[in-house]
C-alpha cells in the first residue's frame, strides 16, 4: 500500500482538528485514498 507522508504547518484549531481526524478516521482515509497517511512533522 501507498504511504502519503503529510506535514501540518500550525497545531492550532485546524491543525489540531486534521491530526485527529486522521488518528480517528485512519482506516476510513486509508480505504477512500487508497493509501496510508502518515503525520511527519508539525
Known amino acids: ?3 502519503i507522508k503529510v506535514g ?3 497545531f ?3 491543525g ?3 491530526v485527529r481526524i486522521l ?3 485512519g482506516d ?4 477512500r485514498l487508497g493509501a496510508e ?3 511527519v512533522k508539525i
Open 1 to 3: 500500500m501507498r504511504k
Open 8 to 10: 501540518i504547518i500550525g
Open 12 to 14: 492550532g484549531t485546524i
Open 16 to 18: 489540531s482538528g486534521v
Open 23 to 25: 488518528t480517528a478516521h
Open 28 to 31: 476510513l482515509v486509508r480505504q
Open 37 to 39: 497517511v502518515e503525520v
